[in-house]
C-alpha cells in the first residue's frame, strides 16, 4: 500500500529564516507530487506540481521553490520567510490513469512565522 | 477564470440530511471530487463523480450534473463526527485539480 510522509508536523520559525519541509511516498513509482497551502479557514492554494524528477510547476508567484530530486521525494523551501507564509502545508500525491487523478494527502506541516 | 463555489459555512441537526451544493465554471471537466477535512487534518477522499447521476455509499450520496455545472454532497443520519469542512474539487482539460474553498459543517445536537 502507499504511504505519504511529511516533516515536521509542525514548526515555529522566526521571519527571515530558511525553511525546508519535506515529503516522501512510498510503495508507487513516478507519481505526481504537489505542494498546497492553506490558510486558517480557507481552502488549498496550489503552489507547486511536479510529474517528475527535476520537474516543478510554480502555480503562484512567492518566496518559495520546491524540488524533487528523487521520484519519491518533494522538498518545499525557502531562503527567508515571511509573516504570510504561516499556514497548514499539504503535500499530496497521485497517478494518472484513464484519466482519473484522485490525490491522497500527507499528514500536513503547521507553519507559525513570528 | 476557473471558479468553484461552496457555501461557506453549514450548519445541521445530528440525525438529519444535509446537502452541500458546489458549482463550477472551469477550462473543461473531467471529473468532481469530494473530500472531507477535519480541523487541523489532511482532506481524505469522499467521492468521484464523472458522469451525470448519483453515486451513493453508504450514508454519503454525491450528485453531478454537467450540463449545469452543478453537484451536491449530500449526508444522511448525521452523526457529530461528520463536523468538518467539505471540499469540492473538479478536474480540468489538463487533469489539474481546481480546489472550491469548502464549506465548514457544523452539527449540533
Known amino acids: 500500500s502507499q504511504t505519504i510522509h511529511q516533516w515536521p508536523a509542525t514548526l515555529v520559525q522566526p521571519v527571515g529564516s530558511p525553511l525546508s519541509l519535506e515529503c516522501t511516498v512510498e510503495?508507487?513509482?513516478?507519481?505526481?507530487l504537489y505542494w498546497y497551502r492553506q490558510a486558517a479557514g480557507r481552502g488549498l492554494q496550489l503552489l507547486f506540481y511536479?510529474?517528475?524528477?527535476?520537474?516543478i510547476s510554480s502555480e503562484v508567484p512567492q518566496n518559495l521553490s520546491a524540488s524533487r530530486p528523487q521520484d519519491r521525494q518533494f522538498i518545499l523551501s525557502s531562503k527567508k520567510l515571511l509573516l504570510s507564509d504561516s499556514g497548514f502545508y499539504l503535500c499530496a500525491w497521485s497517478i494518472l490513469a484513464g484519466g482519473y487523478n484522485e490525490q491522497f494527502f500527507g499528514p500536513g506541516t503547521r507553519l507559525t512565522v513570528l | 477564470g476557473q471558479n468553484i463555489d461552496q457555501p461557506t459555512e453549514m450548519t445541521a441537526t445530528e440525525g438529519a440530511i444535509v446537502q452541500i451544493n458546489c458549482t463550477y465554471q472551469t477550462s473543461g471537466f473531467n471529473g468532481l471530487f469530494w473530500y472531507q477535512q477535519h480541523a487541523g487534518e489532511a482532506p481524505t477522499f469522499l467521492s468521484y463523480n464523472v458522469l451525470d447521476g448519483l453515486e451513493e455509499k453508504g450514508r454519503f450520496s454525491s450528485f453531478l450534473s454537467r450540463s449545469k455545472g452543478y453537484s451536491y454532497l449530500l449526508l444522511k443520519e448525521l452523526q457529530m463526527k461528520d463536523s468538518a469542512s467539505y471540499l469540492c474539487?473538479?478536474?480540468?482539460?489538463?487533469?489539474?485539480?481546481?480546489w472550491g474553498a469548502g464549506t465548514k459543517l457544523i452539527i449540533k445536537p
Open positions: 511536479s510529474v517528475g524528477i527535476g520537474q
Open positions: 510503495g508507487t513509482s513516478n507519481p505526481n
Open positions: 474539487a473538479v478536474l480540468d482539460s489538463n487533469y489539474q485539480l481546481i
